[in-house]
């Protein structure tokens, strides 16, 4: 069995998260290296004498209240620190129980496995002990993580992946504890065996501000794998599904989509919009996110506006998959002038889909972008004024830089993303077979 175990942490969560886009395609990279893919979640207990029981339970989303145990430190410590490790359990997966509604969320795999609440305990225990927990994955060849967990798989390779260093970065953006953030990352990048990240302004950050190895820093980017009903669907069937749903003209909206957090620069998107004057309509697509009430009051302001004004920006939480990738490939431009991120996905997905990219010109989102975006000072409202402007009065540069970014989205192939992973793993086994002899 060559088996390599993702984590399911932010796979699991009840809406998608550009983690779990990454753990997706992730998987999908892996499966066509040739490798097994096990998917290892933390849920709740889903252990029965019954087998089929036991894949009831894994695929029941009903939260249940859970006992006062898991407040216990003692007893906390003792389960994550055992002798054997956290206990992991496999989820048949025999067809009975109908989970269909749940495959847009699951990646390709070849088996599932719960650890009951190893995500939450081992945090906790990390913020009390300082300790990892330790799990013991059957057949593994490597555990990769694609977030910073606390967790260590006994007797395998362990690479964790490290999308950026945003709390540390930008420490204001989030709600983090920042001193435990630090010692985890520290710890993670001192004693695994390898570390990913998604672009070079990440992997700098990670060698200087962390200290790692640069030997031991690779950075794979991303790449996005459009669902086939997505890639196959016509600009009619674009154009009903804009008119029908969101009562949206095709090609006729800005668009914004990620979190509703302050380095998405959501402040700086309504200010240069607004100011701008123009007749087309803003859509921002996004949940709450990190400290998201300064931008949620600021949206909620609009509708003190006049109706002629506030009613040209149009909110929703949030989309499925294939309906968010309608909306973008029907926007005029995505507008994402970020403060910082660790890759920028939204701007690779609309450049997929040929639509048009306002970005920011610093870090990795302009390592992403090339030349096939209109880049912007994120820091400047009327430097976003000018390139909301000018994408919307200029049809021959919207047609530009649809063209552009479908070669600068060719950069980030699955094809290649694969390769670039496949460099880490196999080195990762021959230093593990050196070691071994």
């Known amino acids: 069995m060559r088996t390599i175990f ?3 942490y932010n796979l ?3 809406r998608s998260t550009g983690v779990a886009t990454y753990g997706r395609n992730l998987c999908g990279a892996i499966k066509g290296l040739g490798y097994q893919v096990g998917l290892l979640y933390g849920g709740r207990s889903t252990r029965s004498k019954s087998e089929f029981l036991s894949e009831v339970a894994f695929f029941d989303g009903a939260k249940r209240k859970r006992q006062g145990w898991a407040s216990v430190p003692k007893m906390l410590a003792g389960a994550v620190s055992a002798p054997g490790g ?3 359990d496999r989820i048949p997966v025999s067809g009975s129980v109908l989970y269909d509604a749940k495959r847009a969320k699951l990646p390709r795999f070849d088996t599932l496995w719960n650890s009951t609440d190893l995500y939450k305990r081992s945090q906790r225990a990390f913020r009390w002990f300082g300790s990892f927990a330790s799990v013991d994955l059957p057949d593994a060849l490597i555990a990769h993580w694609t977030y910073p967990l606390p967790i260590r798989a006994k007797r395998v390779a362990n690479i964790y992946t490290l999308h950026d260093l945003v709390p540390l970065r930008l420490p204001q953006t989030t709600l983090d504890n920042k001193r435990l953030y630090y010692s985890l990352c520290k710890r993670i990048v001192d004693s695994a065996d390898h570390i990913v990240t998604v672009s070079e302004t990440s992997k700098r950050d990670i060698i200087e ?17 459009l669902p086939e009903v997505v890639a196959r669907k016509s600009d009619v069937d674009v154009k009903d599904e804009l008119e029908g749903i969101f009562n949206l003209q095709y090609k006729g909206y800005f668009l914004f989509f990620g979190a509703i957090e302050p380095k ?3 402040g700086r998107i309504l200010e240069a919009y607004l100011a701008s004057r123009l007749t087309t309509p803003l859509v921002i697509v996004g949940a709450p996110g990190w400290k998201s009430e300064e931008e949620l009051a600021l949206l909620n302001t609009l509708k003190q506006l006049p109706a002629a004004i506030c009613q040209r920006v149009i909110r929703l939480e949030y989309l499925p998959l294939e309906m968010l990738m309608t909306v973008i490939r029907g926007a005029k431009a995505t507008v994402f002038p970020s403060l910082y991120e660790g890759f920028g ?8 889909l040929r639509t048009p990219v306002i970005t920011s010109d610093v870090g990795s989102l302009r390592e992403v972008a090339g030349d096939a975006c209109l880049l912007v000072d994120p820091y400047n409202s009327r430097s976003i004024v000018a390139a909301l402007k000018a994408i919307d009065t200029n049809e021959n540069l919207r ?25 880490v793993y196999e080195q990762c086994l021959s230093t593990a077979s050196r070691r071994a002899r």
Do not use: H, W
Not at 209 to 225: R, S, W
């Open 86 to 88: 956290c206990r992991v």
């Open 209 to 225: 501000i962390l200290g790692a190895d640069p030997g031991k820093v690779t950075n794979t980017y991303q790449a996005v794998e």
């Open 264 to 266: 998405k620069n959501i």
């Open 345 to 352: 996905l939204p701007v690779l997905e609309s450049m997929m």
């Open 6 to 8: 993702v984590d399911g």
């Open 12 to 14: 699991g969560l009840e």
């Open 399 to 423: 047609v530009e830089q649809a063209e552009k970014g479908a070669k600068q989205a060719m950069l980030f192939s699955p094809q290649i993303y694969a390769e670039r992973l496949e460099r």
